[in-house]
C-alpha cells in the first residue's frame, strides 16, 4: 500500500539513502537527489531519481520542475532537506579558503533556500520538513568554521521559514555521531584539535556512533510522535534529546 510521498535531497549515500530505504520499506513513494545514482535503490517500484547538483544554485528551481511536475505529485509528507557536506577535513579558518567557504554555503544553505523557495512559489503542500543540522551550530569546536557557520545560518533560516509558512511543520534537527563520509570526515584529526579529538576518541566506543539506518528509523520514529515529544517547528532540537525522552515515555 502506497502511504504518501516523500522528497529527499542527498539520496546516494548515509542518512539520505537510508531514509530513503526506509521510506520505501514504509510504502511510501520517494522523490530522491544527488549528484551519484543510488543503484540499490533504483529498481523500486516506488522510488524516482533525478541527478541534481545542488551547487548549480542557479538551475535548482528548473531541475525540481523537471523532475516532478511530470509527476503531478504535488504534495509531500515529508521532505528531507538533507544533503550537506563538511567540506575537506577540519583544518584552523584561515587554511579554509574563500572558495571552499562559498562552497559549503551553497550546499548547506543556499540549495535548501531554493528548494523551499521552489516548494512556496509553486504551491507544493508539504506536511512536514526535515531539516538535517548539527550540533556544530550551536557548539562550536576548533577546526569546524566553514561546517558550524554553515548550519548555525541554516538554523536561523529554517526558524525563519518556519514562522511564515505554518502550514508546514520545520523539524530542525541535530542528527549527532552517524557513521557516513561527513560523520567520518569530522573525526579525520589528531590531537591538534583537541575537542575534536576527544570526539574521535569517544567515538570508538561501542554504540556511541549509530549507523544511518539506525538513524533513519529514530527520524521517522520522532516524527511520527513529535507532538507527544513537544518538539517545535523551526526550533533546533538534537535528536539524542528526543530519543532519552521517547525512551522515557516507553519505560515510564
Ligand atoms: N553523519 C553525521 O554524524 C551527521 C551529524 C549531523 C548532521 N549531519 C548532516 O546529515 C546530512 C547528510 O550527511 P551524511 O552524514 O549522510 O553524509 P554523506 O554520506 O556524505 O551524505 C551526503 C549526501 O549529500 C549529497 N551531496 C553532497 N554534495 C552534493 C551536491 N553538490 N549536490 C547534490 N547532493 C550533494 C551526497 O550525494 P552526491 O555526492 O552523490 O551528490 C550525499 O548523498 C548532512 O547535511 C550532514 O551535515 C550528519
Redesign the pocket.
Known amino acids: 500500500v502506497t502511504e504518501g510521498s516523500v522528497f529527499i ?9 537510508a531514509l530513503a530505504d526506509h521510506a520505501l520499506g514504509l510504502g511510501y513513494r520517494v522523490y530522491g ?4 545514482r543510488p543503484e540499490r535503490l533504483l529498481g523500486h517500484e516506488n522510488f524516482r531519481f533525478a541527478p ?4 548549480e544554485l542557479d538551475r535548482i528551481g528548473e531541475r525540481l520542475a523537471a523532475f516532478l511536475e511530470p509527476s503531478g505529485c504535488r504534495h509531500f509528507d515529508f521532505a528531507f532537506l ?5 567540506g575537506a577535513k577540519p583544518a584552523r579558518g584561515e587554511r579554509v579558503t574563500l572558495d571552499a567557504f562559498t562552497d559549503l554555503f551553497k ?2 544553505l543556499f540549495a535548501n533556500k531554493a528548494i523551499i523557495d521552489h516548494f512556496v512559489m509553486h504551491r507544493y503542500s508539504i506536511d512536514n520538513y526535515v531539516v ?3 550540533i556544530a551550530a550551536v557548539r562550536q569546536r576548533e577546526g569546524m568554521l566553514a561546517y558550524a557557520a554553515s548550519k548555525a545560518a541554516l538554523n536561523a533560516m529554517i526558524s525563519v521559514y518556519a514562522l511564515e509558512n505554518r502550514e508546514s511543520f520545520f523539524a530542525l534537527l ?5 557513521d ?4 567520518r570526515t569530522i573525526t579525520d584529526v589528531d590531537a591538534s584539535f583537541p575537542d575534536l579529538f576527544a570526539l574521535k576518541q569517544r567515538a570508538r566506543q561501542s554504540g556511541y556512533v549509530v549507523s ?1 539506518g539506525e538513524r533513519a528509523r529514530h527520524i521517522f520514529d520522532v516524527m511520527r510522535h513529535r507532538a507527544d515529544l513537544d518538539l517545535k517547528s523551526g526550533t533546533f532540537t538534537e535528536i539524542r534529546t528526543l530519543l532519552l525522552a521517547r525512551h522515557a515515555t516507553r519505560t515510564a
Open positions: 535531497t542527498g539520496v546516494s549515500s548515509g542518512i539520505g539513502h537527489t544527488s549528484r551519484r541534481i547538483d545542488l551547487l538533507n544533503a550537506g557536506s563538511f550546499l548547506n538535517s543540522s548539527s541535530g542528527l549527532c555521531n552517524v557516513t563520509h561527513v560523520g544511518p
